[in-house]
């Protein structure tokens, strides 16, 4: 073969080469920069911009300012939760058999002598009940002076079971449920006092109030006459 041929055609290779690598080392930086163009689009403008608008982002903490709040939770009170609002049964409402009568369970009524007039020396009678509607018996002291009965004259306090009780006075029952306790009272139309006096002065014609009071408890009031 010719020399010159020969050199000619080494050349074209060589050249050849050469462009081949050319070629390859642009397409290698084309590629990193269209890399680098593009982290830079969606990396830390975009790490910025989401940590404008995320709620999820916290803010670096002082760790001084950390403890201060973390000092402050556990001495305050927590708030309740729902459940812990939610009320919870009345200890009121729980109740144990033979134990005293809670006064929200008993019924006080007065019976008798409501717009009667007694004339010619009859006595006024009443009939007190009490009754327990609690979901257990329970007891109560029933005597004169627990379950007072009263007869009034507008302010003027004529008449009291409470008057001159000789002893204790007391007289526990046990109260079953739905069960009244029933007391009979007649009155001898006579003023009383504490002072226990020998001849209690008789009470003067006129309109007069009967009521039984227990406790906190007032029974309706049963208004009658004296002829």
Known sequence: MDPETMRDDGGDVYWRRRMSVLVAVLVVV?????????????????????????????????????????????????????????????????????????????????????????????????????????????????GPRAMEIRIMSGQDRIWSTADCVSGAGEDVA?????????????????????DCRATPPPALPGTYVAMARFGKLRSPKGVFHLR
Do not use: H
């Open 30 to 142: 084309a590629v990193v920069a269209w890399a680098c163009s593009s982290g830079g689009k969606g990396g830390p403008e975009q790490s910025s911009s989401e940590a404008k608008v995320s709620p999820s982002v916290s803010p670096a903490v002082d760790p001084l300012l950390a403890g201060l709040r973390t000092l402050a939770m556990g001495t305050a009170t927590p708030s309740p939760t729902p459940s812990a609002r939610r009320p919870s049964p009345s200890p009121s409402r729980v109740r144990r058999a033979g134990a005293p009568c809670a006064e929200e369970d008993l019924v006080l009524s007065l019976q008798g002598g409501k717009d009667q007039i007694y004339a010619g020396g009859s006595r006024p009678s009443f009939i007190v009940t009490l009754v327990n509607t609690g979901p257990v018996m329970c007891r109560a002291d029933v």
């Open 174 to 194: 046990e109260l079953q449920r739905g069960v009244p306790y029933v007391r009979t009272l007649n009155w001898d139309r006579k003023r009383s006092s504490a």
